[in-house]
Protein backbone atom coordinates (compact mmCIF):
# COMPACT_ATOMS: atom_id res chain seq x y z
CA UNK A 1 0.00 0.00 0.00
CA UNK A 2 1.09 3.42 -0.55
CA UNK A 3 1.16 6.07 1.14
CA UNK A 4 -0.68 9.79 0.53
CA UNK A 5 1.99 11.73 2.19
CA UNK A 6 5.49 12.00 0.81
CA UNK A 7 8.36 10.63 2.21
CA UNK A 8 10.18 12.69 5.40
CA UNK A 9 13.04 14.33 3.76
CA UNK A 10 11.73 15.08 -0.01
CA UNK A 11 12.67 18.03 -0.69
CA UNK A 12 9.75 21.00 -1.36
CA UNK A 13 10.08 21.48 -5.17
CA UNK A 14 9.80 17.47 -5.40
CA UNK A 15 6.64 17.26 -3.31
CA UNK A 16 4.41 19.46 -5.80
CA UNK A 17 3.05 22.64 -5.34
CA UNK A 18 -0.44 24.94 -5.44
CA UNK A 19 -1.62 26.90 -8.49
CA UNK A 20 -4.36 29.27 -7.80
CA UNK A 21 -6.50 29.80 -10.92
CA UNK A 22 -6.36 32.92 -12.66
CA UNK A 23 -10.16 33.89 -11.98
CA UNK A 24 -9.60 33.84 -8.45
CA UNK A 25 -6.61 35.80 -8.54
CA UNK A 26 -8.73 38.19 -10.78
CA UNK A 27 -11.32 38.37 -8.69
CA UNK A 28 -9.30 39.13 -5.45
CA UNK A 29 -7.66 42.00 -7.28
CA UNK A 30 -11.33 43.64 -8.54
CA UNK A 31 -12.16 43.79 -4.71
CA UNK A 32 -9.06 45.02 -3.31
CA UNK A 33 -9.47 47.93 -5.87
CA UNK A 34 -13.06 48.28 -4.66
CA UNK A 35 -12.13 48.20 -0.98
CA UNK A 36 -9.49 51.14 -2.21
CA UNK A 37 -12.07 53.02 -4.12
CA UNK A 38 -14.36 53.01 -1.37
CA UNK A 39 -12.39 55.60 0.59
CA UNK A 40 -11.46 57.84 -2.42
CA UNK A 41 -14.68 58.51 -3.51
CA UNK A 42 -17.40 60.60 -2.10
CA UNK A 43 -20.20 58.29 -3.60
CA UNK A 44 -18.62 54.89 -3.66
CA UNK A 45 -21.76 53.03 -5.07
CA UNK A 46 -21.59 55.45 -8.30
CA UNK A 47 -18.67 53.70 -9.25
CA UNK A 48 -18.82 49.96 -11.15
CA UNK A 49 -17.28 47.14 -9.82
CA UNK A 50 -13.90 46.90 -11.01
CA UNK A 51 -12.89 44.42 -13.76
CA UNK A 52 -10.06 42.32 -13.63
CA UNK A 53 -8.86 39.44 -15.42
CA UNK A 54 -4.79 37.64 -14.74
CA UNK A 55 -2.51 35.44 -16.50
CA UNK A 56 0.23 33.53 -14.64
CA UNK A 57 2.65 33.19 -17.44
CA UNK A 58 6.19 32.51 -18.02
CA UNK A 59 6.75 35.78 -17.13
CA UNK A 60 4.94 35.90 -13.33
CA UNK A 61 1.64 37.01 -12.51
CA UNK A 62 -0.20 39.97 -15.20
CA UNK A 63 -3.00 41.48 -13.77
CA UNK A 64 -5.22 44.13 -16.27
CA UNK A 65 -7.47 46.16 -14.07
CA UNK A 66 -10.35 48.32 -15.34
CA UNK A 67 -11.95 51.06 -12.23
CA UNK A 68 -13.97 54.00 -12.34
CA UNK A 69 -12.74 57.27 -10.71
CA UNK A 70 -15.02 59.77 -9.21
CA UNK A 71 -14.26 63.53 -11.10
CA UNK A 72 -12.99 65.57 -9.50
CA UNK A 73 -10.36 63.26 -7.81
CA UNK A 74 -6.49 63.20 -7.37
CA UNK A 75 -6.02 60.59 -10.00
CA UNK A 76 -2.55 59.88 -8.80
CA UNK A 77 -3.42 59.34 -5.38
CA UNK A 78 -6.55 57.06 -5.96
CA UNK A 79 -4.24 54.74 -8.88
CA UNK A 80 -1.70 54.35 -6.30
CA UNK A 81 -4.16 53.82 -3.60
CA UNK A 82 -5.21 51.01 -5.66
CA UNK A 83 -2.05 49.10 -6.96
CA UNK A 84 -0.93 49.74 -3.45
CA UNK A 85 -4.02 47.69 -2.22
CA UNK A 86 -3.89 45.47 -5.00
CA UNK A 87 -0.79 43.86 -4.56
CA UNK A 88 -0.98 44.11 -0.89
CA UNK A 89 -4.52 41.77 -0.64
CA UNK A 90 -2.89 39.86 -3.63
CA UNK A 91 0.45 38.79 -1.47
CA UNK A 92 -2.18 38.32 2.03
CA UNK A 93 -4.47 36.12 0.38
CA UNK A 94 -2.69 33.72 -2.24
CA UNK A 95 0.83 34.25 -1.71
CA UNK A 96 1.58 36.18 -4.61
CA UNK A 97 4.47 38.56 -5.63
CA UNK A 98 4.22 41.87 -7.24
CA UNK A 99 2.34 41.81 -10.29
CA UNK A 100 3.00 43.42 -13.52
CA UNK A 101 -0.20 45.33 -13.56
CA UNK A 102 -2.23 47.49 -16.51
CA UNK A 103 -4.37 50.18 -14.21
CA UNK A 104 -6.77 51.57 -16.84
CA UNK A 105 -9.25 54.37 -15.69
CA UNK A 106 -12.23 53.67 -17.90
CA UNK A 107 -15.07 55.88 -16.68
CA UNK A 108 -14.58 59.52 -14.46
CA UNK A 109 -17.91 59.45 -13.01
CA UNK A 110 -19.41 62.98 -12.28
CA UNK A 111 -21.31 63.73 -8.81
CA UNK A 112 -25.10 63.58 -8.65
CA UNK A 113 -26.04 66.84 -9.56
CA UNK A 114 -27.60 68.78 -6.75
CA UNK A 115 -25.62 65.89 -4.31
CA UNK A 116 -22.46 67.15 -3.32
CA UNK A 117 -22.43 71.03 -2.80
Known amino acids: MTSAF ?6 AAERGGLRIADRAL ?11 LAEHA ?3 ERLDFPRASADQGKRGLRLRLGIDLPYPVDIAAATGAVHHQVVRRLAQLAGA ?6 LVVERLVPPEPGGLE
Open 6 to 11: PAPGVP
Open 97 to 102: GEPAML
Open 26 to 36: ARIAAQAASEA
Open 42 to 44: PEP
